[in-house]
């Protein structure tokens, strides 16, 4: 269990100190960086999209978001893991969206797709959405449901106090704390102190 958690608080260490170094214009660091997560964007891609072609394409959209943008992630405010699935979950919004498509509807598991790249990349993008599973199943099952609605699903704030029949603020509320909760396991998991 030990190594488990060393090796978990390890690979986050690692994303962090990737990014950062993307900062600076590092392609060693990029590489590294896209090795380790890109099973964790493309998760997300999949599960939104709902068609890998697409998925695969929009893929090379967030990493190019990656590069463009890394300059903007602030280490010790949020993990580079949590960083990167705000970028694929919004590219992914903005393609349903210019599509005109339908945002998906809830699916009760998060399990990430088949591998295309190495097994060491492989473990440690299903390192990362099991422990986001298991974190997203300590919350209370409508918390969970209202958080996997708005960051997996791409519902909006208003869509969801809509579904839920809760005024908007309460919903932003729940969402907040949530995540504040998500946060603080994902950091116990990786053998971070919580805040």
Known sequence: MWQKDESEHRAATDLDRWLVAIRDGD???FRHFYEATS???FGVLIKMLRDRSEAEDALQDVYIRVWNKAHLFEKGQVGAAAWLVVIARNLAI???RAHKRA???ADPEIDPPADQVGAEEHVSGRQMWQAFSACLGELDAARAGAVQ???LEGASYQELADRLKMPINTVKTWLRRSLINLRSCMRRRQG???E
């Open 94 to 96: 903005d393609r349903l």
């Open 103 to 105: 945002l998906p509807l």
């Open 149 to 151: 609605a708005v960051y």
């Open 192 to 194: 971070e102190a919580p």
């Open 39 to 41: 099973d964790l964007a």
């Open 27 to 29: 392609k060693a660091a």
